[in-house]
Every structure is written in structure tokens, then in C-alpha cells.
């Protein structure tokens, strides 16, 4: 079932008014880079040997602002992130959060930043109050201000009945959640988090989308890397399309959807006995056309709906339509399917 950007933001204030209001996650006063953005990175570039992992990336992200890095695997999201985040070195290029030269100086950017990996890095040794209570500590909390700011943090999430549970006992969703909440031990004025929901179920995704609701609201710039359109559309105001280490477009899932989809899609799913009749007509009426297993995805002329008129007779074709989205998006601007 497809969640919308609307549904997300209702669902998290219910989540919040039924849980705390304390205002954990909110940010001191944003400081801002000079020219206004909380993140910008100017043609920054990274090289393992011959090979271009990133090839001159340009981006900046408005402070409250939720900015996703969207492409496949292997597209250079995690690379780009890890340099953002101060994390790995950058080979030539800029970055300035809140202010601070990451690249002079990655320590004082931890400062003011909170990075969630797609590996979360928890201790499955510890529970779930000592993990978060073990990370304010080790940032330069005192032992009272640790203790005081996991407890918060535990009530805001939600996590607070688990929190004498061991970790290694919580659910993929709840280690997701757990991280996400350690990442805000600090009050940061930015989280960056790389494939936030990969391998969740759809229950725990949507809770998860729903926290970084949460986070928006307060305030809080979110960037994320995803190679799922739907968490794109639902959660970012803005992103760039991503492939090959380069940005290949930027806008907000409306105007890359605008720019780029067709307006409508015929997606027929066909049986084996039937899809030679169904090419045979598409290539006939020189109609565009892709095929993933048994799903062939039809689109008309200036992204009209396509005459399919011929095929209603077909035995073994079930035809339905949708509206563009960012998959058609990446499709139309590197010729692949996002999911490669």
C-alpha cells in the first residue's frame, strides 16, 4: 500500500501527542553556512585508484529541510554521505556544515551532526538505555547528563518499555528505531542517515518515516540516501537523482516528476502465451514499451495514456494504470530501472 507525504506528517503527530511533547529533538539555533544552507558541498570528488566513486557532486540543503540522494546501489549515495558526515576524506572539492570546514576540521561537525549508517552500530552486548546512555558519554556528556538525556530520548521514541531489553533481542525495525533515536543523544542540527528503512517491513518503515516526521517538524534537517522511490516522494523536499557518482537532475519529487514522467502508465501483466501478440502490436503501433518479468509497462505519445484498444480481445492480459512517479523519473534520465 502506498503511504502519502500527508498521511506521514498526521500519523507522526498522533504518534507524538500519544508518546511526549518534550522537545528532545529540538535543535538549538540553527547556524547556517554564509550563504544560508546548513550543508554545502561544492564539486567535491572521491577516488579509489582509477576508479571514480564521485565524480564532482555540487548540493546544498536549507536548514528544516528533508534532502534525499536517490539512486540504485552502487551509485555513489553512501560515498557522498561518509564525506558529508566527515566520515571519509574528500580527494578535492568543499564542504561547509553549519558553518564548520568539514574537511579542516571533521571532529567539530560531529558537533552538530548526527549520522545513522546503514550498518546501525550497536552494541548487542548492552541494552537498549546503555547503548544510548554509553554514546552521550563517550561524546563528552557527564554521567547525569547522559543518563537524563537517554531517558528523554527513550520517551520520545517510544522506546522506553524496552529499554532494559538486551539489543541483540529487538526486531530490525526496533534496531533502526534505537539508532535513530542514539543519533539525537546530542541535540544535532542535522542527522544524516544512509538507507534509513533497507530491509525493513512495512510496518516498521512506515513507523520509521514517521519518527523523521517527527525530527522535520521539530526542526531538525534531515539528509537521507535511498534507493526506494516511494520513501523519496513521501519524505523529501527536495533531492538529486544520483548514478555513476554524478547528480543528474535536482528538484522536488513534484517538479522531477513534472519534468521527466509521463503523465499516465498502462502496466500489463501478461501470460507467457500472450506477450508475443502484445509485442508484436506495440512494436506495430511503434508504442513504447518495457518489460520486468511479466509486467509490461506501456506509455502514449507526449505521456498520454496509450491506445491498448487492440489488445482488449487478448486472452492473458490484465491492464491497469497509474500516474508517473520517480522510478519513470530515473528511467527517462538513465535509461535503467532504479531498482538495477
Known amino acids: 500500500m502506498t503511504i502519502s507525504r500527508k498521511e506521514i506528517s498526521l500519523s507522526a503527530k498522533i504518534v507524538r501527542s500519544k508518546e511526549t511533547c518534550l522537545p528532545v529533538n529540538k535543535p538549538a539555533v540553527t547556524v547556517t553556512n554564509q550563504d544560508g544552507s546548513v550543508i554545502n558541498a561544492d564539486s567535491i570528488r572521491k577516488l579509489y585508484g582509477d576508479f571514480i566513486a564521485v565524480a564532482g557532486i555540487t548540493l546544498r540543503v536549507e536548514p528544516g529541510e528533508t534532502y534525499g540522494l536517490l539512486g540504485p546501489n552502487g551509485a555513489g549515495k553512501t560515498t557522498t554521505m561518509r564525506m558529508l558526515a566527515g566520515l571519509s576524506p574528500v580527494d578535492s572539492g568543499s564542504i561547509t556544515v553549519s558553518g564548520i570546514d568539514v574537511i579542516k576540521d571533521n571532529r567539530a561537525v560531529r558537533e552538530v551532526m548526527g549520522v545513522v549508517t546503514q550498518h546501525d552500530g550497536l552494541d548487542n552486548g548492552l ?38 531489553d538486551n539489543t541483540y533481542e529487538l526486531s530490525g525495525g526496533m534496531k533502526r528505531r534505537l539508532a535513530i533515536a542514539r543519533s539525537m543523544m546530542s541535540s544535532p542540527q542535522v542527522i544524516v542517515m544512509d538507507e534509513p528503512s533497507t530491509g525493513l517491513d512495512p510496518q516498521s518503515r512506515n513507523r520509521v518515516w514517521e519518527e523523521l516526521a517527527i525530527l522535520k517538524d521539530a526542526g531538525v534537517t534531515v539528509l537521507l540516501s535511498t534507493h526506494y522511490m516511494e520513501e523519496a516522494t513521501v519524505l523529501c523536499d527536495r533531492l538529486s537523482i544520483i548514478d ?80 508517473g512517479n520517480l522510478e519513470d523519473v530515473f528511467l527517462a534520465i538513465t535509461g535503467k530501472e532504479l531498482r538495477d
Not at 127 to 139: D, K, S
Not at 263 to 270: D, L, N, P, T
Not at 286 to 296: H, K, Q, T, Y
Open 127 to 164: 541494552t537498549v538505555f546503555q547503548n544510548l546512555f554509553l554514546f552521550g558519554f563517550l561524546a563528552g556528556q557527564s554521567r547525569k547528563d547522559a543518563k537524563y538525556r537517554a531517558h528523554q530520548v527513550l520517551e520520545f521514541f517510544g522506546l522506553r518499555e524496552r529499554s532494559k
Open 244 to 323: 555513476h557518482g554524478k547528480i543528474l537532475d535536482e528538484g522536488s519529487p513534484e517538479q522531477m516528476i513534472e519534468r521527466h514522467a509521463p503523465r499516465e502508465v498502462a502496466q500489463m501483466r501478461v501470460t507467457p502465451a500472450a506477450l508475443r501478440k502484445v509485442r508484436e502490436y506495440l512494436d506495430t503501433h511503434s508504442i513504447n514499451f518495457r518489460e520486468v518479468g511479466a509486467l509490461v509497462s506501456v506509455t502514449g505519445v507526449n505521456g498520454e495514456r496509450p491506445d491498448l484498444s487492440g489488445l482488449e480481445d487478448v486472452e492473458g492480459v490484465c491492464t491497469s494504470y497509474r500516474v
